[in-house]
């Protein structure tokens, strides 16, 4: 069972950055594609970003394409979410997850999630 610690949110002013990690346990996290999600209040939880388990393959959100980037460092059981020119609807908490079929597969050992506040 893999568990997963994210970290790295904060407040942040429109425009700015934030990078995201997430701690993976156990030693096939290289095996598995990782994927980052997030929810913001009164909303469903949604895909952000995933990569693939060597990170030849990388998947975003439309609304996210040019801004983030997902990174990881098997080396480090560490996957990363690069987060540049924040907007305010980007606010929320983000999770990461694991895909143990791919990264088009299904994702689930959700983290405890990190929280993202943009401020105007």
């Known amino acids: 069972q893999v568990q997963l610690v994210e970290s790295g949110g904060g407040v942040v002013q429109a425009g700015g950055s934030l990078r995201l990690s997430c701690a993976a346990s156990?030693?096939?996290?290289?095996?598995?594609?990782m994927g980052w999600f997030r929810e913001a209040p009164g909303k469903e939880r949604e895909f952000v970003a995933a990569?693939?388990?060597?990170?030849?393959?990388?998947l975003y959100a439309d609304d996210v394409k040019g801004r983030f980037t997902i990174s990881r460092e098997n080396a480090k059981n560490t996957v990363y979410l690069q987060m540049n020119g924040l907007k305010l609807e980007d606010a929320a908490v983000y999770y990461c997850?694991?895909?143990?079929?791919?990264?088009?597969?299904?994702?689930?050992?959700w983290g405890q999630g990190t929280k993202v506040t943009v401020s105007s």
């Open positions: 990569i693939s388990w060597n990170g030849g393959t990388t």
């Open positions: 156990g030693r096939t996290f290289g095996s598995y594609a």
């Open positions: 997850a694991v895909s143990r079929a791919g990264i088009g597969g299904t994702y689930d050992s």
